[in-house]
């Protein structure tokens, strides 16, 4: 019995595919754990610096430290947009700072430094304040208990307040601490590894009871002594060893990425320290709170993979794997949708979405309405799991100790009489778009590439929106008529700024109350606030008239998000999907052949010289065809959004190509990115076409090009022009703008 | 008259040897090979059919000419069916014969014709757009010789094509094997004797790579039966 546990998970660590399957998972990880961002307005370093200063406070003036600063630059965010805020004494005080020019300290605006104070001081106010919280929950418990309103003694109400307060009772005594706490929240907001975890699973149950039943083998295993219960039973432990190792593996990757890029000293404070976490009703550490959600997250993929596992030994398992996928989605659906307070209440935890999702449903103490008993969620986590896993291990065990599993393959094909037309070049495109999906991976490039484009925003600074005012003003006007509205509206600025300045000399004099000096202030303020962009346009005025006649005003912002000027590094990304697209599509049209296909092939009339032409030929094309899904939702947008008359403007009308000597529009300067793009989609189709013909193993080809063309494209994703500086060139129009200036 | 000629022909796989210094000659007819597993018959006819590379210093002839001279054309002219089984199980049947015309070269309309005629002789009509992975063993082996059968090839290399087959199938096969044969060059390899006794003009007896006795059918097989000819040569192991 141990001895075939362990040989099952041999088979399960040492073929060619689960190795190949935890190198992608690995990959995947580090990708997706690297591509997580920093979801807050402020950069860590910025945070880091805070922190430290604040801890080098006495830790009684802290909190005001904090509290003095986040209101002061709210002041100067809002003043700096002319947004009216609170006139009183305070804010004049601020307003008057502004004016006599104020400066952030840790980052470049306003805005973020202010959300930077105003974050740091909850946190500070949540971890001095914890006992006091405590005692206030406790407190208001106590209050609420007194109420008649909450039923009798033995309601649902009132039991669940009893049952709340002892659970923050225990808490009493715990000490959070302020420290840098940011990267373990990053940390635990990590979102791509639920999805990772259950992949993996599902692929070792897969691995264990489909594959060999799809090749033949479990016929065999079978028909031997031990080869019913007693395998069943090993290859259960195994799929368990696999989830277990997968989670690990999930976890190391989340851990070091983390603490490469911040500070995880803080690990080992109680959980309560981390801003977000204050309600939280475990007496943890961070790290082992983090141990206890992924132990959880593996024991749901294992429910998971036990699922799957039932499913794949049964004989309509294709209906099965169906309503295994809808099960599993609809446990996602109920954990995101469900109100954990109604009578449904109860599956929004019952699930192993909640169990995966354990440090988000950790962070406060909740319960649901169960039969009129409160259960706290966690209870209701782990009995779903331990339920659920006996179910379906013993669905599993069952069914494989009783079932025929013989295989038969599912047929796609469409079914007609007729036969097929030996044309070479048609077979071809029918055997790699058709037989072998290839089809699939274009419509789904299609629909990725079009969310893509539907769902991307420009991000847009006020400057940004005042100029885009100025040019419809301008819009009619010839040059002289422009340079006379410029002057008017500098003009008119330089006299708000000439009242500006006597208002605060009023102010500061004392003739004027604080309020109608904000009030005044604001309203000057909000008409000042477009003077940047009217530099930008007197800016471009000077260039035009004195440099560049052929020139013109152009709306900027979405030329530059287009020409891949705003740092967004879309253009990266959708060079990833592209070259994912022709990795997988030509890989198939050049290898993935038996020995013995190959042999049948290369010993007929055309099965050399011309299948090699036309394989070529369908390879130039396909790169057409990936090409076009990419770039023709993109094109169909940019066109949409461009005023014709900017895309026909000089491309010196943009500041990047200012002192370009070659005379072309902006619209021609996009054709010939266009044109580039395609130009190395086609050298990347026949790079690949080039390592499938001298490899031909499919697997081995897709890891080489997965390290020579992928990898340099997701890091320079990643990691930016840092990593591999070529590549990054080449990607973006670097190189066009470098050969064109 | 086309005739096909190996000239020392030697293979080794790594260390181990499989062809030893092979030297023949096939003329049109159909030529028998019997031998013991691993004796050497799927390299001997893999290197015929021009998919397998013979060590350096061998040679084959087709009409006096070396054929990796003729390349094309001496592949448009050879019909080739493995003995390994699962190929292109992703195929249907009709797609994969005219998959295999296309390679083959044969136009489109010609494929169409001989496709149908062939997966009506073989019986194959039936099940000509199912999945070859859902093929019975049997059924296989039929796809397998109808495509090699494809374009009429002046070269049939068969290797084993009635393994596995039930009895009716295998006459419908010898059958139509036996009415092709006319000016083709067969090669075919079995473990069925009585098939070989049936079919072969000439029996080829292959042992540890070497040929141990060849000769026509009806002088090797006077006054004995195959199978105890067989026994002669390989039954004292
Ligand atoms: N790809 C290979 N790599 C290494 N050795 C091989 C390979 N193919 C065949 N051999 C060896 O060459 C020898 C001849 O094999 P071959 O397949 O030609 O035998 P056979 O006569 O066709 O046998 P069978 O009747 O089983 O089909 C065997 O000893 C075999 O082990
Ligand atoms: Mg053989």
């Known amino acids: 019995m141990m001895k075939l546990f362990f040989y099952e998970i041999r088979k399960l660590f040492k073929g060619k595919a689960p190795l190949i399957f935890l190198l992608v998972i690995l990959s995947a990880a580090l990708f997706f754990d690297l591509r997580q961002e920093w979801d807050r307005y402020y950069p860590y370093e910025a945070y880091a610096k805070l922190c430290n200063d604040v801890l080098s406070l006495p830790e009684e003036e802290r909190e005001n430290y904090l509290k003095e600063n986040a209101d002061k630059y709210n002041a100067f965010y809002s003043f700096e947009l002319g947004m009216i805020s609170s006139d009183d004494e305070k804010n004049a005080q ?4 502004y004016e006599n020019g104020a400066e952030t300290i840790y980052t470049d605006s306003f805005f973020t430094e202010y959300s930077l104070f105003s974050d740091t001081y909850e946190q ?19 209050k609420m208990s007194e109420l008649s309103v909450f039923g009798g003694k033995n309601s649902f109400e009132q039991k669940n307040i009893s049952d709340t307060a002892a659970a923050y009772k225990v808490l009493n005594g715990l000490t959070p601490r302020f420290a840098d706490t940011a990267g373990l929240n990053f940390l635990l907001s990590f979102s791509a590894d639920k999805l990772l975890i259950l992949t993996a699973a599902v692929f070792g149950a897969f691995v264990m009871v489909m594959d060999e039943r799809r090749t033949g083998s479990l016929r065999i295993e079978n028909a031997t002594k031990n080869g019913r219960t007693f395998l069943a039973l090993s290859k259960t432990g195994a799929v368990f060893v696999w989830c277990a190792a997968n989670s690990i593996l999930l976890l190391a990757v989340k851990l070091i990425i983390t603490a490469a890029r911040y500070d995880i000293s803080a690990i080992f404070l109680p959980i309560q320290s981390l801003s977000g976490f204050i309600n939280c009703p475990y007496a943890l550490s961070t790290a082992e709170y983090i141990v206890i959600a992924s132990a959880l997250g593996c024991i749901a993929a294992f429910v998971c993979a036990m699922l799957f596992a039932f499913v794949f030994t049964l004989k309509k398992y294709i209906i099965g794997g169906a309503a295994g996928v809808i099960f599993t989605v609809l446990q996602f659906a109920a954990y995101e949708r469900l109100d954990g307070l109604s009578s449904l209440g109860v599956f929004k935890y019952f699930n192993i979405s909640a169990a995966l999702h354990f440090s988000e449903t950790g962070m406060t103490f909740t319960t649901v309405n169960l039969f009129q008993e409160p259960v706290d969620t966690f209870t209701v986590s782990v009995t779903f799991l331990l339920i659920f896993a006996l179910l379906f291990c013993a669905a599993f065990v069952f069914s494989f100790a009783g079932s025929y599993m013989d295989f038969q393959g599912i047929s796609l094909n469409i079914r007609s009489s007729r036969i097929p037309s030996a044309n070479l070049f048609y077979r071809e495109v029918y055997r790699v778009f058709i037989t072998k999906g290839g089809l699939a991976v274009l419509i789904l490039l299609l629909c990725v590439t079009v969310y893509d484009v539907v769902n991307d925003d420009v991000h847009y600074e006020a400057v940004d929106g005042y100029y885009e005012l100025y040019l419809n003003d301008i819009e009619q006007m010839t040059l002289s008529e422009t340079a006379d509205f410029i002057k008017e509206e500098e003009k008119h600025f330089s006299d708000l700024q000439n009242k500006m300045s006597e208002l605060n000399e009023s102010y500061q004099n004392g003739k004027i109350t604080s309020g109608s000096y904000v009030t005044a202030a604001t309203i000057i303020q909000s008409e000042l606030a477009k003077r940047p962009a009217l530099r930008l346009l007197s800016e471009q005025y000077r260039y035009i008239s004195e440099e560049e006649p052929s020139a013109n005003f152009v709306y900027y912002k979405k030329i530059d998000k287009y020409m891949n000027f705003d740092n967004s590094k879309d253009d990266i990304k959708s060079s990833l999907y592209t070259q994912l697209a022709l990795v997988l599509v030509i890989c198939t049209l050049f290898s993935g052949f038996s020995v013995e296909e190959r042999r049948l092939i290369s010993c007929t009339a055309d ?39 900017d895309l026909s403007a000089a491309l010196q009308s943009l500041t990047y190509f200012r002192g370009l000597n070659a005379n072309i529009s902006i619209g021609f300067y996009f054709v010939l990115m266009y044109l580039l793009r395609l130009a190395s989609a086609l050298f990347t189709a026949l790079l690949i076409a080039f390592i499938g013909i001298t490899v031909k193993e499919q697997k081995t080809v897709i890891v080489l090009c997965s390290v020579i063309i992928l990898l340099p494209t997701a890091s320079a994703l990643l990691f930016g022009p840092e990593a591999f500086p070529l590549i990054y060139e080449l990607e973006r129009n670097a190189l066009l703008r470098r050969f064109l200036i | 008259m086309n005739n096909l000629q190996l000239k020392n022909v030697s293979k080794h796989y790594r260390s181990k040897l499989a062809l030893d210094n092979i030297s023949c000659e096939f ?20 290197i015929i059919a021009g998919i397998l590379k013979p060590d350096g210093e061998s040679v084959v002839l087709y009409n006096e000419t070396p054929v990796p001279q003729l390349g094309r054309s001496y592949r448009s002219v050879i019909g080739y069916m493995p003995q390994q089984q699962n190929v292109f199980r992703d195929f249907t049947g009709a797609q994969f014969l005219s998959y295999m015309a296309a390679l083959k070269g ?25 999945r070859i992975s859902g093929y019975s063993g049997g059924m296989k082996q039929r796809i397998l010789l109808a495509q090699a059968l494809l374009g009429a090839p002046e070269i049939l290399i068969l290797d084993e094509p009635t393994a596995g087959v039930d009895p009716k199938q295998r006459v419908i096969i010898k059958n139509l094997i036996k009415e092709i044969s006319e000016d083709k060059i067969i090669l075919l390899s079995t473990h069925i004797v009585s098939d070989i006794e049936k079919l072969a003009d000439r029996i080829v007896f292959l042992k540890d790579g070497r040929i141990v006795q060849q000769g026509a059918a ?20």
């Not at chain 1, 500070?124 to 106590?142: G, K, M, P, R, V």
């Not at chain 2, 049109?28 to 390299?43: D, E, M, Q, R, Y």
């Not at chain 2, 002088?219 to 195959?226: F, P, S, V």
Request: aromatic fraction near 8%; hydrophobic fraction near 40%.
């Open chain 1, 94 to 97: 601020y307003i008057l700072q």
């Open chain 1, 124 to 142: 500070n106010t949540d971890t001095c304040h914890y006992s006091q919280h405590i005692s206030d929950i406790l407190a208001q418990a106590e």
């Open chain 1, 607 to 645: 099965g050399k010289g011309k299948l090699l032409i036309i394989r070529t030929y369908i390879c130039i094309l396909s790169a057409a065809a990936i090409f076009l899904c990419t770039a023709l939702p993109e094109m169909v947008v940019l066109l949409s959004h461009n005023r014709s008359s």
């Open chain 2, 27 to 46: 003329s049109v007819g159909i030529w028998g090979f019997l031998g013991p597993n691993g004796a050497g018959k799927s390299t001997l006819m893999n």
């Open chain 2, 106 to 130: 044969i136009g489109s309309k010609a494929a169409r014709v001989q496709i149908s005629e062939l997966l009506q002789r073989l019986e194959l009509t039936d099940i000509a757009h199912r």
């Open chain 2, 218 to 237: 009806d002088e090797l097989l006077a006054g004995t039966e195959l199978e105890s000819l067989y026994m002669r040569y390989f039954g004292d192991e």
